[in-house]
């Protein structure tokens, strides 16, 4: 059973358009939730996080947005930079997880210039 | 900064040998994970461990043991390789969430196993 689900496996957007990476989970236990962003033969790094007391939080180009009621969350990148072009992962964790993070399979960006 | 290192960048075995994957790092972190990443899969937890000598089970860890006998270091073992296992394997860690409000994972750069 997939609790955080990314259902575009890919997506493409020119240079300097915004970036829009989606994101929907259905267990009503987490609370806190993250995107990570991986480059071929790298680990993933951490991006930007969001707590579910929050509904946006911003960080430079970054912004993630949370929907509680629709469990759903979307990682705004604006204004799109071919550097950009990776794959992104959103998580979740829940304070009954025991600090384990729940991976959605993730959503390829393309940003052609 | 954080670092997470994982022993060796790419690994090739044969099916039925012993793999030993390592991870070390160098943060004091209590906590730390192994994965595995597959196409369409995303990432999965195999094994994590909150302390030295304590291993909770992921939700893939038929197959695989894990081995903390230190704090920085966490070691994932194939016991028999099997060509299923062929995939990205990634460690990582992560402060016990009572000291930080975030619970960040750090991740290492990754190994990439092919059984043959």
């Known amino acids: 059973d997939q609790q955080v689900k990314q259902n575009s496996p890919s997506l493409s957007v020119q240079e300097g358009r915004i970036s829009i990476l989606n994101c929907d989970y259905t267990?009503?236990?987490?609370?806190?939730f993250l995107w990570y962003k991986k480059y071929p033969a790298e680990g993933p790094t951490f991006l930007i996080s969001?707590?579910?007391?929050?509904d946006k939080n911003e960080d430079g180009r970054f912004t993630v947005f949370l929907n509680k009621s629709a469990k759903h969350l979307s990682l705004h990148i604006v204004p799109s930079q071919p550097g950009d072009s990776a794959v992104y992962f959103c998580?979740?964790?829940?304070?009954?997880?025991?600090?384990?993070?729940?991976f959605g399979t993730g959503t390829r960006l393309l940003v052609s210039p | 900064d954080v670092k997470v290192t994982q022993s060796s960048r790419y690994l090739v075995k044969r099916t039925g040998e012993k793999v030993f994957l390592e991870c070390v790092q160098d943060?004091?972190?209590?906590?730390m994970f192994w994965y595995r990443q597959d196409p369409g899969l995303g990432l999965r937890l195999i094994y994590f461990?909150?302390?030295?000598?304590?291993?909770e089970k992921g939700d893939i860890p038929e197959g695989y043991s894990v081995s903390r006998e230190k704090k920085e270091r966490f070691s994932l073992i194939l016991e028999s390789a099997s060509t299923n296992q062929t995939s990205m394997y990634l460690c990582?860690?992560?402060?016990?969430?009572?000291?930080?409000?975030?619970?960040?994972?750090?991740f290492g750069a990754g190994t990439r196993l092919s059984v043959l």
């Open positions: 990582a860690s992560s402060l016990d969430s009572t000291r930080v409000a975030k619970n960040i994972q750090y």
């Open positions: 267990n009503s236990m987490f609370d806190y």
């Open positions: 969001i707590s579910s007391i929050k």
């Open positions: 998580a979740a964790s829940s304070n009954t997880g025991f600090q384990k993070l729940v």
């Open positions: 943060m004091d972190h209590e906590n």
């Open positions: 461990s909150y302390d030295v000598k304590m291993k």
